[in-house]
């Protein structure tokens, strides 16, 4: 664990010392940083190892994908538009680039290079699920889809993938096959996103009611209910951990909306109760009404 890579960096140290115009040391040493959560000194072992090489793709690649971890994005884009030239033998740095576009907000530009990088990497899960993912983010559900799909197929248990395509089901309203496909969780989660994105957009009650209803609907089935209370359940924490104290009168909206529309399903009492709890505390900042 983290003592292992504490020792890792000692010795990289040492190895620097000795030899500093090492260029793969620091190499080393900015992977070891990162995977301890050093993004800022890793950042700094990546830009050495660059001076001391400039010609080697590999430092600038590390140091471009550790941006955008940092969502960094317009700082990682022109370093790996300068690295496209390599692409044939790495082709990674395509869908990474594509990443670095999607990021600064240029989707459909960035849809070019991922549907490039499946060509170039058919059986890379990651270049399907971000394609699939421009393309929801383009308003191209079933396009989106078929992409999902083919990620999916090749890493079927990958978390990130199995969310993408619950979204793409979602938005081309393909309930059955969600529930058939998807682990409830996963389903939870991803209803946990619907309706963050309608608190976001500015909790409009209207759009609230409709969501709700038509997922009532929609999540009558097997599975279903179990599913939306989960993600109501998510949501409910969200807010208590996330909502500031001026928002507590739209989240009260929330609490009358899921109240009518649920409280006759004895499987959701717990999602009512807990919710109204949570809004009671937003209005009062009075931790007794936790108990």
Known sequence: GAGKNELALSAFDEASALSPRDDTVLMDKGQVLEKLGRSEEALAA????????????????LKASLLIKMRRYSEAEPLLKALLGHSKRAPLIVCTYGCALAGSGNVRKALAYFVKATRLMPNNPDSWRFKGQALLDLRRPS???VALEKASKIAPSDDQVQFQLCKALLAVRKYQRILAEI???????????????????????????????????????????????GGLIEFTSHAYRHAAADEARQLRMWSEVISKLF????????????????????????ETVLM
């Open 46 to 61: 990546y830009s050495q190892a660059i001076r001391i090489d400039p010609e080697w793709y590999t430092h600038r690649f």
């Open 183 to 229: 682990p409830i969780e996963g389903v939870a989660h991803c209803i946990f996103h619907e309706l963050l994105e309608l608190a976001n957009e500015g909790h409009n009650k209207a759009r609230i009611e409709r969501t709700l209803m038509s997922f009532r609907t929609a999540f009558a089935m097997e599975s279903g209910p179990e599913a939306l209370a």
């Open 263 to 286: 409280s006759s399903d004895r499987r959701f009492e717990i999602v009512i109760k807990v919710f109204d709890v949570m809004v009671r505390y937003k209005e009062s900042g009075d």
């Open 143 to 145: 396009e989106a889809l």
